[in-house]
């Protein structure tokens, strides 16, 4: 591994602060954030919960966990030299290797130092006085700097389901984000997995291969479709290597920063054999090509999206051979890529497993959890092992577990009654000086895309900060509604907007989100990027900086 110099970083322009920034978290944003700032000579110190860098990829350790972005798409862009020297094995990474490489990352820029693991924060509080955040750690104690930089990511936060008796069970129990270092064997154990969504067909797919007999309990089908993952070998890796600046152009252009483009085409200006033969491309092709290489139209016109979700369905009665078992698992009640769509590898075919049965629980509703297992509305079931991929509390829920309070007191969770109202998913008003890095409203989509431009616009409001010695930043009302309004505007029309999800704010395991909210930026991430550069260049007069 080549050494990287790194300097000091400079001493600090606050007299009686600890720091300059405190950013919290250590996974992609927060590593990065924090190399940035260094580069600005500032003191920067990162809070993390866990006892490693990584932040999903430590924490989502679950059988099956891995990229559904393409790896070589996925990975940081703002080092040649460590594109060079990072070979990915696979194009769609699983979860050992990717958090081998953020250590990597870690290690090569000696990024360690200035992070203290173990260490969760449960408030932070902004000091008027002072110009300053005041942030308190679990174990009581308190930190200060100018600048706070939240790098917790929009899905971090597990929730479990609202069932009794829980706690109850004798067995082993785990929930997907919240998984062992340890190995956990499957093997001849009667396994329950509560929950089909991204993160419990991976799961599923994986444990399948070894169990005694596995149940799924599923609530709502998700469409889903191939991942056709392959390993990399070594000439096209150094392939890959040649091709970077290619492969980030393009990620810079897309809609959402994958590497797949929207067809310009229309569902229906093609013919019927055309069509079929696309989809047909499509589902053998890797990746998210299906859902973010499609028409232009199957997420906003309903006979479009009704012509792409026939096709799956059809699929998957193909491959699951029990024609009851087939159509539950055909969602009802959206269309395909309404949802976020998980990518499998022979899901369906695990369904044909004699070891294997699948619940419907609107039929037969869960009704409590029992030190022997799980009883529904119509029978008992025993288990050695259950697993909850029940996903998280999205978007806003990582923000609402810490105590955080702006000007006045006002607590975030009161100014986001209703849904999350901010200035391009970077800052809230009556928070000064707290950034967000991809916080609500911001682009998602390939995520550390979508990360580093953050990164850098926090960066460069720093710098324009400190180079003119302003000590508050909080963004004006009319720029916060500007800004809200565009993202009410954008969604206008998208069928995905039409849908109970996580990405509309809604999650029936959490308090207060049973309606759904302006929770996520629909628009596309060239859009996004091009108000931002927009507020950069004209001063950030947008913001009230003193």
């Known amino acids: 591994m080549a050494a990287v110099e790194m300097t000091e970083p400079a001493a600090r322009t606050d007299a009686g602060l600890d720091y300059d920034v405190i ?121 200060n700097a100018r600048f706070l930089i939240t790098a917790i990511g929009p899905l971090s936060t597990p929730t479990m389901p609202r069932i009794e008796g829980v706690e109850t069970f004798k067995g082993e129990a785990f929930h997907t984000a919240r998984w062992p270092h340890e190995p956990v064997s499957f093997e001849g154990k009667r396994v329950a997995v509560i929950g089909t969504g991204a993160t419990g067909v991976q799961t599923i797919q994986e444990v399948a291969k070894t169990v005694g007999h596995l149940t799924i309990f599923q609530r709502t089908p ?14 096209t890796m150094e392939g890959i290597k040649k091709r970077y600046d290619e492969i980030f152009a393009r990620c810079k252009e897309t809609h959402a920063c994958f590497v797949h483009t929207i067809d310009p085409r229309r569902t229906f200006d093609v013919t019927p054999e055309e069509r079929e033969a696309f989809f047909e491309h499509l589902y053998a092709s890797p990746g998210f090509g299906i859902w973010q290489g499609n028409f232009k139209d199957i997420l906003t016109d309903r006979k479009a999206n009704a012509a792409i979700s026939d096709f799956v369905a059809r699929k998957i009665r193909e491959r699951v051979k029990d024609p009851a078992v087939a159509d539950k698992l055909i969602p009802k009640n959206h269309g ?13 075919e695990v369904y044909n497993q004699p070891n294997v049965k699948l619940v419907d629980i609107k039929e037969t509703p869960i009704e409590r959890i029992t030190p022997k297992g799980i009883k529904t509305s119509d029978a008992e079931y025993e288990f050695d092992m259950i697993i909850y991929a029940t996903g998280f509390d999205a978007i806003t829920g990582s923000f609402h577990r810490i105590d955080l309070r702006g000007t006045g007191g006002q607590t975030l969770k009161e100014a986001w009654t209703g849904g999350p109202k901010t200035f391009v998913g970077v800052q809230v008003e009556g928070f000064p000086n707290m950034f967000m890095v991809v916080g609500p409203h911001t682009a998602l989509g390939n995520i550390p895309r979508s990360i580093e431009y953050n990164v850098e616009w926090v960066t460069d409001l720093i710098r324009h900060m400190t180079e003119r010695k302003l000590t508050r930043a909080d963004p004006r009302s009319e720029a916060v509604e500007a800004w809200t309004e565009n993202v009410r505007a954008v969604g206008e029309g998208s069928l995905v907007n039409e849908v109970d999800s996580w990405m509309t704010g809604v999650n029936r395991n959490v308090e207060g989100k049973q309606v759904r909210t302006l929770a996520r930026y629909s628009g596309s991430a060239p859009a996004y990027r091009a108000w931002c550069d927009a507020v950069a260049a004209g001063g950030y007069k947008e913001i009230d900086l003193s």
Request: charged share 25%; proline share 3%.
């Open 23 to 143: 950013i919290i978290g250590a996974g992609i944003s927060g590593l990065y954030q924090l190399l940035k700032l260094r580069e600005l000579g500032l003191h920067v110190k990162v809070f993390e919960t866990g006892t490693g860098v990584g932040g999903t990829w430590y924490w989502n350790r679950y059988p099956g966990a891995r990229f559904d972005s393409e790896s070589w798409s996925y990975g940081y862009s703002f080092s040649k030299e460590l594109l060079q020297e990072w070979d990915w094995t696979e194009h769609f990474s699983p979860q050992p290797e990717t958090l081998r490489y953020l250590n990597y990352v870690a290690d090569k820029f000696d990024l360690r130092r200035d992070i203290q693991f173990r260490s969760r924060v449960v408030a932070a509080h902004f000091k008027e006085t002072t110009r300053s955040w005041e942030i308190t750690l679990e174990d009581g104690s308190r930190h």
């Open 222 to 235: 998700n469409w889903c479709a191939p991942l056709h993952n392959s390993e990399i070998d070594k000439e």
């Open 336 to 348: 395909f890529g309404t949802r976020r769509v998980p990518l499998e590898t022979k899901y369906y």
